[in-house]
């Protein structure tokens, strides 16, 4: 059996957590990102011999091509994360190894397929991709208009995973 | 993440609230020969309603639930317990929007840990088990996935019926504020059984179980209770 006093603390306390069960939140926080990125390198062909190191563009923009919206002016970044339309199973995007020269730029073409996938209630939907392929401009003979030697397909998850590189990319050497 | 360790941690203190208040009623028994004592007690079946989901209800415009308990004291200090009630959420959110609603059903047992003193004495703090189950009936839901440089998409996702399975532990306490009144509370761990059908939108809210994307939940309820009490069990 209770004693009187503790039951008037009993009450006190209950009053209290009924007091907290009125702070229950809403909708919890979305704590992950609700767009998945696909990641490109570029590598270049080294100076001497037939190792492949990362390579940079000092002034380099890169953005969805038939738009004017430019989503790096990145200086000496090896790496790019780029997001695919969840509009269309297709996209393109350009690549400007130097800002000042506009006419020198790259075009990719992603090919993929979407899923829509639901992340939380928190987070709502999303898309993932799966790239089937990648098309690129490639430099060719005297060509002095595009950097691309060629791409290469890695991974084509594109799921919201980190560390990978779902693109590589290699530069002309004479780029 | 801060609420939420704010909240356990005011739980934990409650529930060592209730063991010291155990403790207090501990320091006040005779001695064990008294306490192994065998009384002749009436049958007793108790009803309760959770006084926190109204509280509850009033702040949050996307649920809304309501539970109720009963329970009967068999031997040993045991209670076969049932516990039911019903809710809703509507989801409105600006990306995801859909309504849902469900009836569901706990039943188990609670075992008293203290050791009565008198046939009156009806206070227990107790451990407890539940198996739960809820047919939950969502409606088709809209969504839309934001993405500045593309552009916006929505689309709907078709309404589905589910059952939910859970098993749950439980402790709490209660106490006979008055004659026949009691007052008390339980939380509870809740371990979802059937988790693959919840993995495609499931529920923001499952009335008896909690947040329908989380496969463990802790809870807890305050019941006011009456207790009907009559006859001597042979």
């Given amino acids: 059996m209770i004693k009187t006093g503790h039951k008037l603390l009993l009450t006190v306390i209950t009053l209290c957590a009924l007091g907290q069960a009125a702070c229950d939140t809403e909708r919890d926080p979305c704590l992950e990102p609700v767009t998945v990125a696909l990641t490109m390198h570029t590598y270049r062909l080294a100076d001497t011999g037939t190792a492949i190191i990362d390579s940079s563009f000092t002034n380099a923009l890169l953005g969805p091509l038939d738009s004017d919206k430019v989503i790096y002016q990145a200086k000496a970044i090896p790496a790019y994360r780029i997001t695919l339309s969840p509009m269309a199973d297709t996209c393109r995007w350009y690549l400007q190894p130097d800002s000042a020269q506009s006419k020198k730029r790259d075009t990719l073409v992603f090919h993929y397929k979407r899923k829509l996938q639901f992340l939380s209630n928190a987070c709502g939907y999303t898309y993932y991709y799966t790239v089937d392929s990648v098309r690129s401009t490639i430099r ?4 002095t208009l595009h950097a691309i030697d060629s791409v290469r397909l890695n991974n084509g998850d594109v799921n919201g995973k980190a560390d ?12 | 993440m801060l609420l939420r360790a704010v909240k356990i941690w005011s739980l934990l203190c409650l529930f060592l609230a209730g063991a010291v208040v155990a403790r207090a009623q501990a320091d006040t028994t005779e001695p064990e020969q008294d306490a192994k004592k065998v009384y002749t007690l009436p049958h007793q079946l108790r009803f309760g309603i959770d006084i926190s989901r109204p509280i509850t209800n009033i702040f949050l415009k996307t649920r809304q639930s309501y539970e109720f308990q009963v329970d009967y004291a068999i ?18 959110y600006p990306d995801l929007r859909y309504k849902s609603s469900n009836p569901f059903l706990r039943v188990g047992v609670d075992k008293t840990m203290l050791t009565r003193i008198a046939a009156s004495d009806w206070d227990m703090l107790f451990i407890g088990m ?43 306490v209660r106490v006979e504020m008055f004659k026949d009144f009691f007052l008390g509370w339980n939380i509870h761990g809740r371990f979802l059984l059937n988790q693959k059908p919840f993995r495609e939108l499931p529920p923001s809210f499952i009335a008896g179980y909690g947040k329908g994307d989380k496969n463990t939940i802790f809870d807890y309820n305050f019941y006011v209770s009456y207790a009907l009490r009559w006859g001597r069990k042979k």
């Fill in chain 1, 164 to 175: 990978v590189t779902h693109l590589k990319i290699y530069i002309h050497k004479k780029s």
């Fill in chain 2, 130 to 172: 539940r198996y739960g189950f809820a047919p939950i009936k969502r409606s088709d839901a809209t969504y839309t996935t934001t993405d500045s440089l593309w552009g916006n998409t929505s689309g709907t996702i078709q309404g589905k019926n589910l059952t939910a399975h859970w098993l749950e532990v439980t402790a709490g």
């Fill in chain 2, 75 to 92: 031997k040993n200090e045991v209670y076969l317990v049932a516990e039911t009630g019903w809710g809703n959420a509507n989801i409105d």
């Fill in chain 1, 140 to 143: 060719n003979f005297a060509d």
